[in-house]
Each structure stands twice: as C-alpha cells, then as structure tokens.
C-alpha cells in the first residue's frame, strides 16, 4: 500500500490548510482534481459527522483508495444553531462567501448575543466502509462588519477573541494554529502512525483470497465434452 489518502475536496484553499498542516507527514495528499470527473456525493445528512462519513465513503468506493473528508461550518447561538450543515450554501445554491456572509449580518442586525463556533468532523474512510472520525472545534463571535481579506468562508464576520482579530484579518499559518480544521487536523496528524497502521489492514482486507483450484483438478481441460 502506498501513502496517499485523497482529499475529498475541490477546494483549493482547504486542500492548501490540509496540505501545510500534514507537510512533515508520510502522507501524499491528492484532491478530487486529480482523478477528474467523478460522480458527486450526496450531503444531505443532519449532522456534521453524517455529512462527513458520506463524503468520504462514497469517495473511497469510487476510488478505491482511502479518503478523508471534512464537513465543517459555523453555528450560532442566537440563530438556533443556524447556518450549521448548511453554512456553505446558506444564501443558496451556488453562492459566493460574501453572499452567505451578508446573510448571516442581516440577520445578526439586531442581535446582542453573537457567540458562535466554527465545528469540523473529520472522517477517513476506507473502500470497505469502515471510517475514523476527529473533530475540532473553535469558539468566537460574529462581527457587526466584514474585516479583513484573508481567509474563506465566514472568516471575514468571525472574531477569535485570543488574537483580537477575525480570521480574515490574520495568516493563514496563524488561524490554522486554532481554526476547528486545524485542531482536527493536529489530532489526525498526532496519530499517524496508528492511522497509517490502521489504513494497512483495512485495505488488506479488501483483497480477495488466492483461489483453491483443487475444485478443479477432476476435470479434463484436454478433452471437448459434448452436452
């Protein structure tokens, strides 16, 4: 078995977070671009861990190689948990990160209470089925205002109260320290070595038994048999 693991994204931003937080690992990290067209995996689970499982079973079958997906996304307090497994597409289908973000300030307009939490679940799994999960999380606040230019998602309305900034105001390296992905990530890459372990005897399983041909050793091969 060799090291790559598939990341079951074509987003390019997270598969450039995956791959500076694995650099010192054995793993070759490939994305979904790298096989070409594939047949997209349904989302529509109610929880993060659902969502994350589909992604990256239904990517391993089509595969056949181990795949990790992440389904992460913003929770606030005040708004019941909202946007949640839905923070990607939460003005709609096919939306831009500021759309979803402007969504998300009308409706915090005339809230006080701004707590909220970015969540992400990690799920790697293997052809056969069987998965490990990590999860990550991390605490802040929603902003009255857009700040800051870096980053993706609601990092431009998300303040981390450690750094006195939002996400979108700081480098990448730096969020990545305390992001729910990174935190995730920091528990995956801490077990790699069980991981990779783990990964050998799963996909070994997949192989088929060497076949008993001592069934076979009464017939004729050399002869036509008339029926």
Same mark, same amino acid.
């Given at each position: 078995?060799? #090291? ?5 994204? #074509? ?8 791959? %500076? ?6 793993? &070759? ?70 759309? #979803? ?12 209470? $701004? ?28 902003? %009255?205002?857009? $700040? ?8 431009? *309305? ?5 750094? !006195? ?15 729910? $992905?990174? $935190?995730?990530?920091? !528990? ?16 070994? &399983? ?12 009464? #017939? ?6 008339? *029926?």
């Amino acid at each position: 078995m060799n #090291n790559i693991i598939v990341l079951a994204t #074509n987003n390019k931003n997270k598969v450039r977070e995956f791959k %500076e937080l694995l650099k010192d690992s054995p793993i &070759e990290i490939k994305c979904l671009q790298d096989y070409g067209p594939l047949p997209e995996a349904v989302e529509d689970g109610e929880t993060f861990d659902d969502n994350a499982y589909k992604k990256s079973s239904h990517y391993a079958r089509v595969l056949g190689i181990p795949c990790l997906a992440d389904d992460s996304g913003l929770v606030v307090d005040a708004l019941d948990g909202r946007p949640g497994v839905y923070s990607a597409r939460y003005a709609g289908e096919n939306v831009t990160d500021r759309e #979803n973000c402007d969504k998300l300030l009308e409706e915090m307009k005339d809230q006080k209470k $701004r707590s909220a939490h970015f969540m992400c679940v990690l799920s790697l799994a293997t052809p056969g089925g069987p998965a490990l999960t990590w999860e990550g999380r991390c605490d802040g606040e929603i902003t %009255e205002e857009r $700040r800051g230019e870096s980053g993706f998602g609601y990092d431009p *309305v998300f303040f981390y109260p450690d750094f !006195d900034k939002t996400f979108a105001e700081v480098p990448m390296d730096q969020k990545s320290e305390v992001s729910h $992905r990174g $935190r995730a990530m920091a !528990d995956f890459a801490a077990e790699i070595d069980k991981v990779m372990v783990w990964l050998k005897l799963r996909m070994s &399983e997949l192989k088929p038994e060497k076949p008993d041909h001592k069934e076979f050793e009464h #017939n004729d091969w050399s002869k036509e048999r008339m *029926v």
